[in-house]
């Protein structure tokens, strides 16, 4: 079974911390990316990478930096954490074809 | 990536089949039909997808009309831990940027 993994299910941090999010697959995937999913919103993409030390805008990534040193793993960081990034993270992967496999996703509240 | 049309909820009695449409009347030739579903604070699953002919697996049977404007997923024998929401995606299959948009999807409920 494809399994991705989140570091955390519940995180709660303040405004203006630095937050890191990580995401590791095991299987070998080239493609993994990083979603937040709001009520009346949807999913909607962060940062994508197909390839190690790769990576490529979503539709808001604005306020977000993303890393990608290792093939299995992929780290979302809010560089100064702001309440309107509260929100359901949602970490992927997938490989060449379309397919893409979720983790359990991370709640993070920011006061 | 062509637009699809769900219900928003329906309902299901437990050990009975679950037929979720889909219509997505503006599919293009290169288009793939794929259904994820997601339990309450849960991320998304993925369940089945398919181009033109009719698939099936442990999970569930999707069903592609001829014209491929419109399909059908079906969970044969609905459980409680089937109660979720179900999005219909078309997609063409590509290399980079294959993010998923998911629309409003449909919340099955099934019942005891």
């Known amino acids: 079974d494809v399994k991705v993994t989140q570091s955390s299910r519940y995180l709660v941090k303040r405004t203006g911390e630095k937050v890191f999010l990580e995401c590791v697959q095991d299987?070998?995937?080239?493609?993994m990316f990083w979603y937040r999913q709001d009520p009346g919103l949807g999913l909607r993409l962060i940062y994508f990478?197909?390839?190690?030390?790769?990576?490529e805008k979503g539709d808001i990534p604005e306020g977000y930096s993303v890393s990608r040193e290792k093939k299995e793993r992929f780290s979302l960081i809010l560089e100064s954490a702001s309440t309107n990034q509260t929100s359901m993270y949602l970490c992927?992967?997938?490989?060449?074809?379309?397919?893409?496999?979720f983790g359990p996703g991370t709640r993070l509240t920011v006061l | 990536d062509a637009k699809t049309t769900q219900p928003p909820s329906m309902d299901c009695a437990e050990g009975r089949a679950a037929n979720l449409p889909c219509n997505h009347s503006?599919?293009?030739?290169?288009?793939?039909v794929y259904w994820y579903r997601q339990i309450h604070s849960q991320g998304p699953q993925y369940i089945i997808h398919?181009?033109?002919n009719n698939e099936t697996n442990e999970m569930a049977s999707l069903i592609i009309t001829e014209d491929r404007k419109s399909s059908t997923l079906i969970l044969p024998h609905a459980t409680l831990r089937d109660t979720a929401v179900y999005y219909c995606?078309?997609?063409?299959?590509?290399?980079?940027?294959?993010?998923?948009?998911f629309g409003g999807g449909t919340r099955l409920m099934v019942k005891p």
């Open positions: 990478s197909y390839d190690v030390k790769m990576k």
């Open positions: 995606i078309v997609r063409v299959a590509s290399y980079a940027g294959n993010m998923l948009t």
């Open positions: 299987m070998d995937h080239e493609n």
């Open positions: 398919g181009l033109k």
């Open positions: 503006t599919i293009s030739g290169n288009e793939y």
């Open positions: 992927a992967s997938s490989p060449l074809e379309n397919t893409q496999y």
